[in-house]
């Protein structure tokens, strides 16, 4: 309940805080991609899942935040595209099995042990074959002003995703220093770990 009403504030005003153009990860990643179906966890003010829908994709949304979904469907709507947004716990969530040809998390940050459950439901989610992609803040974003959490605990590394994926042929496994120019919330130099897994 206390994420829920942090998001619920940070969302709360008039501008998309992150920006209303997909990430630049996930947008170099589902271009290469055939159109399907997809999940898109953690997904806030809808940027990523809209650019999506535009591409053709069958989009399932899911965040915990009621203003964020208001403002992901108004974007949807800006943009003449359809988006099945669902409010509640991702943790929680009831995950369902070998539905999804892609699944798309960008900067959405949890402890450890949290992550080997959750990175295992969105698998069981994924078709064979399917594709994860994924953006986070890694380790070495501790310190820096650009985004992300600044608790050691709820940042990435590349040897936690090899581990939590251990399963995936790995695409593309990486940290890299980038230029961050996303809304308000997300601008400079930033540290990440972006990848791209096939089950």
Request: hydrophobic share 40%; net charge negative.
């Amino acid at each position: 309940m206390l994420m829920k009403n942090f998001w619920d504030e940070r969302y709360s005003i008039k501008d998309y805080v992150y920006g209303t153009s997909p990430n630049q990860f996930f947008k170099e990643q589902i271009e290469k991609l055939k159109a399907g179906r997809i999940l898109m966890l953690g997904e806030g003010e809808g940027r990523n899942a809209v650019y999506a829908a535009k591409l053709g994709w069958q989009v399932d949304a899911i965040d915990s935040s009621t203003i964020a979904k208001e403002k992901a469907l108004r974007l949807a709507a800006q943009n003449h595209a359809s988006i099945n947004y669902q409010v509640g716990d991702i943790l929680s969530y009831n995950f369902p099995k070998d539905r999804y040809d892609a699944v798309g998390i960008i900067f959405l940050h949890m402890n450890e042990y949290e992550c080997g459950i959750f990175y295992m439901n969105c698998s069981k989610a994924l078709k064979k074959g399917g594709k994860i992609i994924l953006e986070l803040f890694s380790k070495n974003q501790l310190g820096k002003s650009s985004g992300g959490p600044q608790d050691l605990e709820l940042l990435c590394s590349v040897e936690q995703i090899s581990k939590n994926f251990s399963i995936f042929n790995h695409e593309l496994l990486l940290e890299e220093n980038i230029l961050l120019s996303e809304g308000e919330f997300h601008q400079g130099e930033a540290s990440v770990i972006r990848f791209v897994g096939i089950k």
